[in-house]
């Protein structure tokens, strides 16, 4: 099992930008994706889920307009799109499999910097 | 939304301590706690899930234990290998949130 996310990313401020996330090794529809913000020196922020089987989403209200979650099940890959960014977005963010209720398996993290 | 007070906030043990760190939630989460494994540049690791079942892999040295609302986890035994931050995260209520962290470090 491996979740591979695409890379860092730098964005100005009020653009938004898309993250992926490639799963691989198991049935992509058996297992919900969730993502996870950790701010530099932070603590870790649950954005939300997607169950890549029927596109169900179930998000943090604190990201509610902020994330949105999709998912491609042809290439097994899941999106998270971050719009309006601002300083405060500058995050690592990770991808992680839901096995019953905890994370199995992490992606790398995708590294946001958002600066003009 | 439940709210985790994890402690201590850092730590530093000598090799083969005993280790103990706490995870308060603010409400009952019926056992419904995990614990993570953050080593430095690297991706979060799942040790332990329903308060005290070890993930397969994860050295016997590590336990989980708790109910209600307090739980912890133990290193037996503390290694260099075990420097790292570790999180509780509690799954029995959306949002699922975290644990403010323990850095733990080798004395």
């Known amino acids: 099992v491996q979740l591979q996310q695409s890379g860092a990313e730098l964005v100005r401020p009020g653009a938004s930008v898309k993250i992926s996330c490639k799963a691989f090794g198991y049935t992509f529809t058996n297992h919900h994706i969730n993502w996870v913000k950790q701010r530099p020196g932070q603590g870790l922020d649950w954005i939300g889920y997607?169950?890549?089987?029927?596109?169900?989403?179930s998000y943090n209200q604190k990201f509610k307009g902020k994330a949105t979650l999709t998912v491609d099940k042809s290439s097994s890959t899941a999106y998270m799109e971050l719009s309006s960014l601002t300083s405060e977005d500058s995050a690592v963010y990770y991808c992680?499999?839901?096995?019953?209720?905890?994370?199995?398996?992490w992606g790398q993290g995708t590294t946001l910097t958002v600066s003009s | 939304d439940i709210q985790m007070t994890q402690s201590p906030a850092s730590l530093a043990a000598s090799v083969g301590e005993t280790v103990t760190i706490t995870c308060r939630a603010s409400e009952n989460i019926y056992y419904s706690l995990a614990w993570y494994q953050q080593k430095q540049g690297k991706s979060p690791q799942l040790l332990i899930y329903?308060?005290?079942s070890l993930e397969d892999g994860v050295p016997s040295r590590f336990s989980g234990s708790g109910s209600g609302t307090q739980y912890s986890m133990k290193i037996n035994s503390m290694q260099p290998e075990d420097t790292a931050t570790y999180f509780c995260k509690q799954a029995y209520d959306v949002p699922w949130t975290f644990g403010g962290g323990t850095k733990l470090e080798i004395k």
């Open positions: 997607i169950n890549p089987y029927n596109d169900y989403t």
């Open positions: 329903n308060a005290n």
């Open positions: 992680a499999r839901r096995r019953n209720w905890d994370f199995d398996y």
